[in-house]
């Protein structure tokens, strides 16, 4: 049943929990590193810590929230 709910867009912004989680670590890797570019590497190992995602899957992720490289 939790895998429903990480797919599911919630009904305020349309994000799921995947996108939210992944959105929340780069804020918090961005902070960390002083406002600079997160590389996707660094962002896929942190964001693997909450959930497995392959790298490409992630790419496509980041490229569908508006990420620029």
Known sequence: M???YDTLPDVRDGLTRQER???YV??????ERGGRDV???????RVCEYFY????ALSAMLARLGAMK
Do not use: N, Y
Not at 26 to 31: A, P, S, V
């Open 53 to 56: 995602i392959s790298p490409e």
């Open 26 to 31: 780069l804020h918090e890797t961005q902070k």
């Open 2 to 4: 939790r895998d429903l």
């Open 39 to 45: 590389p996707t590497t660094m962002l896929w190992g």
């Open 21 to 23: 989680v992944v959105l």
